[in-house]
C-alpha cells in the first residue's frame, strides 16, 4: 500500500523561501506514475500547485510559475516543492499526490478517485 508522508510546512515571511518534502513508500517504482502537490484553503477547492510525470515533464499553476520548482529524488522516493519569492495567497495546507495509474500530460494534473493523498502540511506567509 503506497503512503505518502509530506514535511517541511510552516511559517515563513512574505518573499521568502520554503521546500516541502514528500516520502514515498509501498511503491517499487518511484517514478512510474506522475506525482503531485495540491493545495487547498478554507472552503476552497483542492487545486493543483505543481506536477511531475514518470518521464519528468513538468506542468506548475499560472500563480506560481517562476517562483515554485517541483524536483524529485528517485533513491529516496521523495518529491519536493521548493517555493521561492512566496506570497500571503499562498497560505494553504498542501498536499502531496501521486496517480495510481499512468495519466496522459494532458491530464495528469487532474483529481481522479483513485489517487493516493499524503495528510497535508500547513505554510503560512506572513509578516
Known amino acids: 500500500q503506497v503512503q505518502l508522508v509530506e514535511s517541511g510546512g510552516g511559517l515563513v515571511q512574505p518573499g521568502g523561501s520554503l521546500t516541502l518534502s514528500c516520502v514515498a513508500s509501498?511503491?517499487?517504482?518511484?517514478?512510474?506514475?506522475?506525482m503531485g502537490w495540491y493545495r487547498q484553503g478554507p472552503g476552497k477547492q483542492r487545486e493543483l500547485v505543481a506536477v511531475?510525470?514518470?518521464?519528468?515533464?513538468?506542468q506548475y499553476a499560472e500563480s506560481v510559475k517562476g517562483r515554485f520548482t517541483i524536483s524529485r529524488d528517485t533513491a529516496k522516493k521523495t518529491l519536493f516543492l521548493t517555493m521561492n519569492n512566496v506570497r500571503p495567497e499562498d497560505t494553504d495546507v498542501y498536499y502531496c499526490?501521486?496517480?495510481?495509474?499512468?495519466?496522459?500530460?494532458?491530464?495528469?494534473?487532474?483529481?481522479?478517485?483513485?489517487?493516493?493523498w499524503g495528510q497535508g502540511t500547513q505554510v503560512t506567509v506572513s509578516s
Open positions: 509501498g511503491v517499487n517504482s518511484f517514478t512510474m506514475f506522475p
Open positions: 499526490n501521486r496517480k495510481n495509474r499512468f495519466r496522459s500530460l494532458s491530464t495528469m494534473g487532474e483529481i481522479f478517485p483513485d489517487d493516493v
Open positions: 511531475i510525470s514518470g518521464a519528468g515533464n513538468t
